[in-house]
């Protein structure tokens, strides 16, 4: 299955709620006798197949010091950023990954235009880097905060576009994915959190208060992924209210990306096979 042409941004392009809930991807979505339960582990080791193979193309996009990938993850509260972040590269070795989380700005970063801490997170060479949040939070919230007008969130439209196109453009293959999950399963997540004492140090108090503006916010990601989305720099709207389902479709983008880049080791030296280790 093609999942990049499955999940790239339509031209039409409208949230809905129903939509968080497909089922997406796998081989036993044509078998209805089988059990979520059952359905659940089936879809995790796919993706901890495709986890292998990406592991492969990563060893060799670090060896070969020649290519970058960013790898960028938007989503409402709960949408399973961190846990996309934790299951997809549990299993690859660090070396050449790098995960980066954007919170609020500091006051050295607020002194700054608003791409220059994203800019200097960029991944180097022969490295995966993953943004947890991103440069997208600055025509999101800033817009339904009432930070910035319409005006402004149009010129910040075009300045992201022409930064993703120069990353693009010196070498940096770009992934963006949405991860869609609907109003329930949201509210269904933070009160997990609320009912495990070990779960709480994750619930923030402000995640009520944004979630009070979920049409706003839907309303600002659909036109946000809709003027940026690029061919050198693609938008995916994964469905998310599925875990496994997340995490197979976007080890599927992820894998597919990669295999289209062509890794490989460098090519052995000549001159080494002449030395003999005394």
């Not at 997208?136 to 576009?161: F, H, N, P, S, W």
């Not at 619930?203 to 009520?208: G, K, M, R, Y």
């Not at 992820?254 to 280790?277: C, G, H, R, S």
């Amino acid at each position: 299955m093609n999942a990049r042409a499955k999940f790239r941004l339509p031209k039409k392009f409208k949230l809905r709620e129903e939509d968080a809930d497909a089922v997406v991807l796998s081989s036993r979505v044509a078998d209805p006798a089988l059990s979520k339960s059952d359905a659940k582990v089936l879809d995790r080791k796919e993706a901890e197949a495709l986890i292998a193979r990406i592991d492969t193309l990563q060893n060799k996009l670090y060896a070969q010091r020649q290519k970058k990938v960013l790898l960028v993850l938007q989503g409402m509260d709960t949408s399973g950023k961190d846990g996309t972040v934790r299951t997809l590269f549990s299993q690859i070795s660090p070396m050449g990954i790098r995960a980066v989380g954007f919170k609020q700005p500091t006051d050295i970063e607020l002194a700054h235009d608003y791409l220059w801490r994203v800019h200097r997170q960029a991944p180097v060479k022969g490295e995966i880097v993953v943004f947890n949040r991103s440069h997208y939070e600055d025509v999101l919230i800033t817009l339904v905060q009432g930070m910035i007008d319409a005006k402004e969130c149009k010129r910040r439209y075009a300045q992201i576009a022409d930064f993703e196109r120069m990353l693009s453009e010196t070498g940096t293959t770009i992934v963006k994915v949405f991860l869609h999950i609907s109003k329930d399963e949201q509210r269904a997540r933070l009160q997990a959190r609320l009912d495990d004492p070990l779960k709480q140090w994750k619930f923030d108090s402000n995640d009520l208060t944004q979630r009070k503006k979920w049409d706003d916010y839907q309303r600002a990601y659909e036109q946000a992924l809709s003027a940026t989305d690029a061919d050198h720099a693609p938008w995916y709207v994964v469905p998310a209210n599925s875990k496994p389902q997340r995490d197979l479709a976007i080890a599927s983008i992820l894998l597919e990306t990669l295999e289209d880049m062509q890794l490989d080791f460098p090519a052995p030296d000549p001159k080494l096979a002449k030395i003999v280790i005394e």
